[in-house]
């Protein structure tokens, strides 16, 4: 331990002399002196003579570094907020420290202000904010304030406090080294100081009572009047919450930040946004109230209103990602022709969240920029970190493409996907797409076939990869017996067993396998029968069987059975009530023939 002894305001002590890390904190001065001892003194034996000695505490300086503390507080947050985007950010604000977390479609910000207790370090949570958050976002933000602090601080309400630092302080370093911890009763906090991106207090035996800040103070007098509600929202018991804040309102009328979490509240439940709306704007302008506002607004109908809330919002907001998803939010409610607008705004707001460059990805693609979707594509590749997660960009920017048709473009981008994972069955089957849709049909079959082969390989055959093949085998090759057998490997429970039975079915028809093609259409409604409706596709496919089983089988049992099945999907559907009617005529005839 870098101590030595020194002469400290007029008595015998000892001094750290370097700098000392424990985690995210570095202790850079600490001084204690030694009450009781008289001069002449004898300082022969050096340090190891006053380890024994109990010192007071005379001066302590830390300096809190930024990025060390993102590292430490990152491996907290999973819990109460979810898995992040990017590390958890802190940055300085006047008189505090700011807070800010992302996640894929969501972000929570808040400040904590410092308001020193002495020797106690205290900081309090004001403006509480989010986007895409499941529950309000002080309740968000209380519940990250204590896995933060877990094990070193408490919260009571809005107030987290860590008590006698010093103490602690001096209880880690100096045993550690033989020395008795020091007294620290004491010492007071100072003023926090802001170097870069690095905070810096000094706590001292001179320093008079700690003052606080405007912001601090008008924080810590809101703390006493919603201390019950907000320790009901850190534990999500937002009914009893909502009743501690109505009380909290009565002793202050119309006060903004009791208003906002009260709305906060209503704004998720159906049937309380005009209410919520009309209390609101009691206070403040609705569009001055961010995302809450907006939604506000949007439920009642005002969607100029709300993207005015979301716009306003954006530009003042100092953490990039929410600024960012607040962007996105309002490309999701303006016009058609300012999405774009929107979304270039969000991405200029934090160029590294991928969730916005995807969004503008899709966009562009739909409206036929596909340069700037291919640009949004290499931005949201090089932005991914390793091997699966630059494959898994580039699928889906691939995929987005070939859906709207631009063949070339997104052949391009599923073979970047597969130098990163050259076996993966899900690209290799997306590359077989885009190049059948190019005319490469030989190519797309040796790509579906090895799509087919890597996913059995890990237990799951691709079901839709076999149902393109199936049809490539039929209408491409007319090889029918082959496009059967691909059709039967589809398992049952696959999203596409309903199809490949179909197929299976139609195919069987082909080659006259009348009962094999019976068998297979039975399959397949044993499958529609399990997942219910499935839209207009399966009604088709319900009437192509049962008409099969009229016509090529001369079977009305089986019809009717298929055709009962389809109108308990579409009982409106007057077609298919009038084919079930000529089915169930032609049984009932039949039946009567057979009694007699």
Do not use: N
Request: aromatic share 4%; with cysteine; net charge neutral.
């Amino acid at each position: 331990m870098p101590l030595r002894l020194t002469v400290t305001r007029g008595a015998l002590g000892m001094e750290l002399y370097e700098p000392i890390e424990i985690g995210p904190l570095s202790v850079e001065r600490l001084s204690l002196t030694f009450p009781g001892l008289r001069f002449p003194v004898d300082l022969s034996g050096g340090v190891p003579r006053f380890r024994s000695r109990r010192g007071d505490l005379q001066e302590l300086v830390l300096k809190l570094r930024l990025a060390e503390l993102a590292r430490f507080a990152s491996k907290r947050v999973g819990e109460p907020f979810g898995p992040l985007a990017k590390p958890i950010q802190f940055w300085s604000i006047e008189g505090g420290v700011g807070v800010g977390l992302v996640a894929a479609e969501r972000a929570l910000a808040f400040d904590l202000l410092w308001a020193p207790d002495d020797g106690a370090a205290r900081f309090v949570v004001s403006r509480a904010r989010g986007v895409g958050l499941e529950a309000p976002a002080l309740s968000v933000a209380l519940r990250v304030c204590d896995a933060l602090g877990e094990g070193f601080a408490r919260r009571s309400g809005r107030v987290v406090r860590v008590a006698d630092v010093a103490g602690r302080i001096g209880r880690v370093l100096l045993p550690a080294v033989g020395a008795r911890a020091p007294a620290s009763t004491a010492v007071r906090f100072g003023e926090l100081f802001q170097e870069l991106d690095e905070l810096v207090v000094a706590l001292d035996a001179t320093f008079p009572p700690p003052l606080t800040s405007d912001s601090a103070a008008r924080a810590l007098e809101l703390s006493r009047l919603t201390a019950p509600a907000d320790d009901a929202l850190a534990e999500s018991r937002l009914e009893e919450a909502r009743a501690a804040l109505l009380e909290a309102l009565e002793q202050a009328p119309r006060h903004p930040e009791i208003v906002r979490a009260l709305c906060e509240l209503d704004a998720a439940l159906p049937g309380r946004a005009e209410a919520a709306l009309g209390l609101l704007v009691e206070t403040l302008p609705a569009t001055a109230a961010g995302a809450v506002g907006a939604s506000l607004l949007l439920a009642s109908g005002d969607r100029p209103g709300a993207l005015s809330a979301l716009e306003r919002a954006a530009a003042q907001e100092p953490f990039a990602p929410l600024a960012a998803l607040l962007w996105w939010r309002a490309a999701s409610v303006c016009d058609d022709s300012q999405v774009l607008y929107y979304l270039d705004r969000a991405v200029a707001a934090a160029p590294t969240l991928s969730r916005v460059h995807e969004a503008r990805l899709t966009a562009r693609v739909a409206r036929g920029e596909v340069q700037g979707a291919l640009s949004d594509a290499e931005h949201l590749e090089a932005m991914a970190s390793g091997a699966v997660a630059r494959h898994a960009a580039c699928t889906r920017a691939a995929t987005s493409l070939l859906a709207q048709g631009y063949v070339k473009e997104a052949g391009r981008v599923f073979e970047r996907a597969l130098r990163y994972m050259p076996d993966d069955a899900r690209a290799t089957a997306g590359l077989g797409r885009a190049l059948l849709a190019a005319g490469l049909s030989s190519r797309a079959i040796a790509l579906f076939e090895r799509a087919i082969s890597l996913s059995e390989k890990r237990g799951a055959p691709d079901g839709r990869a076999l149902v393109e093949l199936a049809q490539l085998l039929a209408e491409r090759l007319a090889d029918l017996p082959q496009a059967i057998a691909r059709a039967r490997q589809v398992p049952p429970e696959a999203p596409e067993a309903e199809l490949a039975r179909y197929l299976e079915g139609r195919y069987r028809s082909r080659i006259g396998d009348r009962v094999g093609a019976s068998l297979a259409y039975a399959r397949m409604r044993e499958v529609i029968e399990a997942v219910g409706s499935r839209g207009e596709e399966t009604l088709a496919h319900l009437r192509e069987a049962a008409r099969f089983e009229l016509h090529d089988r001369d079977d009305p049992s089986l019809a009717e059975r298929h055709l009962a099945l389809g109108l308990r999907l579409a009982p409106t559907d007057a077609d298919l009530s009038a084919e079930y009617r000529r089915a169930a005529e032609l049984l009932d005839r039949r039946l009567r023939q057979t009694q007699s």
